[in-house]
């Protein structure tokens, strides 16, 4: 601790006895005796990044979220998911609790992975306190939207069609109050690949979120997958030498659009990942439901930061790194 | 039993009811309802500008335990140590420090989250350096205060030898002048504490820690008044005593005013300016005067000694509060210095009222003393806009 602090200490508790009775002294002047650490972290938030990063929990925690289940070998089966909402609190921030309505207890929700031509079975079982739906985007009939049939707590629905089209889709509750229900963290990533599978590269999942945690209609916290500054505390390794492709996803609640820009190289964006057709760029905005396929082949090893390019986003916790390694 | 005992049943009685109440948990209040969530948010009692750092003292204002989560400026996370606990308990405190290149002068936010998520911001209107404990601002915030307290309040005693040689009515005009302008001080006071005691966190916020300091002060007074009046020969308060009273109660009242002086310079919410100066020296010249009327009144002989120390009384706390102010992190402790004030002033009112009653030709209803009343209000409503 420096020496000025503590003469300084010694200056406010000398001051108090003169200005009034000790125990009112108390409530303002106190000296508190039992400081703690005093490191400063001299961090900008360029320096945010491994141990100086704020982030909850350990290397592997959201492994489930970021590497997606493999593609399948084959199409035309049946894929079975279930889904369990219930209510859960969720460290988004070191210390910060959220207290979320989660698929499966996390937010997002599960990854869900099938083929096009599948017959997609998921089984929604509502273990928490408010009715809630699926609604996948994509094609299917009426009837499995996710709208009508609502799912009252205690209750449970499977939503059952063929998988289609190919590309990359969000699923996410549409019982209302619509804001709350997708804010509070029901949603996910639904990928649907097309039936000859694409190239083989590195396969990542981020969807990115916000959680406005004090109830005012604006984010406290922004996310990919659901914790603050987490790929800056633990960056992504990737490798030079493989593709890198990226499903990305906004479901970002309260504000109009996200965006997700690379740092030191270019990548190809495909919307929805539904057509062949991309644009070759570092920076690319979606508004809340937008999603799309980013494939990278990195040309430098190093470390890369990605982030959304709304600057408050990225100092609300929407920030990371790729560790490029050959 | 004996009447000790039965005095002391009621208190035991109580101790076994809270006790029941307490051990039997929620299930009273469940018969009514559910008692709403806790607010969870922190209360930002200060914020301090250093060279590339902030340092925001915190405290907990609610019943329930508050852990310090996260930390934003400008609304963007940043990383910070703490002086002090992370889980706060009421009304406990912890200073966070954030390493941070801030612009001078340039507005600012600070954030602090609780773990619940709830988020108190406060908004600096801009932000500058917090000056800390030098020798130079010693003795700039001492002759401030000298400035503002102790030069004008001398400058108007020496009002003195014209009213000496003044007739009696005129002298009773301005013993009520005089009163008018502690009731002036005292009402100002009073609004000033009930302002910042409004601006407390709620569980300290009761109207009635201002009635405490106002009474506390105005008792304080009249012990002081009826000590004094023991020395003299008849028994009630003589104008000398009277003199120093007043000057007691303008005193009291100048502590506060060096003490927002010295906070607003040291948090820059105030400008230094020339102007303001000048404001609060023509506005206490009027108390010069105030203390000049009661020690003419009696009519003997009052030395340069005498005349001293009636200024230093009057207008030294203001180098006092100057002083302080720059150091004095507690807003329930500035609430009870202007209820203080107020008691003080309103107590110098009563006794000054005596006196006049006493007195002056006409008593207390003789149209010079309510001349003289209203002039000393208005007076201080003038040249109080100086300083305004």
Redesign the interface.
Known sequence: MPK??L??RK??AG?AP???APT??K????G?A????????????AA?VGE?A?AVGGPNDLDALLYPPPQARRAGGVVDYELVAHDHDLEI??????PAWTYNGTAPGPVIRATEGDRLRVRLVNAGTHPHTIQFHGIHPADMDGVFEIVGPGEDITYEFPARPAGFHVYHCHATPLKKHIHKGLYGAFIIDPPSPRKPAQELVMVMNG?D??GDGEN??YTVNGR??YYARYPIRVRRSQTVRIYLANLTEFDLVNSFHLHGDFFRYYPTGSTEAFEYTDTVMLCQGQRGIIEIDFANTGRFMFHAHQS?FT???WMGFFEVVE | MNSRAWAVLPVILLAVVVGAFVTSGTALTDLVGRNPPPADELDI?RVQFEPG?IKIRVTNPQQDDL????V?VD?????F??????RLGR?R???I?V?Y?WVDGDPISVGV?S?????TTKEIAAAVETP??SAKGFLGNGLIGLLVGVVPVALGLLWLPSLRRADARWLSAFMALTAGLLTFLGIEALAEAFQRQAELPEP?AGAGLVLLGVALSFLTMTMLGSRLARGEQTAALGAGALALLVAIGIGVHNFGEGLAIGTSFAFGELALGTFLIVGFMVHNITEGLGIAAPAAEGGGHVGLGRLSLLALVAGGPAILGAW?GG???????AV??FAAAAGAALEVVVEVGRYVARRAVGGLRSNWVLGGFLAGIAAMYVTGLLAG
Do not use: K, Q
């Open positions: 000025s602090r003469s300084r200056l406010l001051a003169l200005v009034a009112l002294a409530l303002g002047l106190d508190n039992e400081a703690a650490e005093h490191d400063h972290a001299h961090a900008g938030h945010m100086g704020p921030a070191p210390g910060v609790f959220f959680y945690t004090d406290n916290f603050t500054f408050e100092e609300l916790g | 009692r750092e852990t310090i989560a996260s934003t609304d963007a996370i940043v990383p140590t703490l002086d002090g606990s992370a009304l405190s912890s200073t420090h390493a290149a989250t773990s619940t998520g709830i988020e800390g404990a300290l302080l150091f004095l992190s507690s807003d329930l402790l009870v210095f």
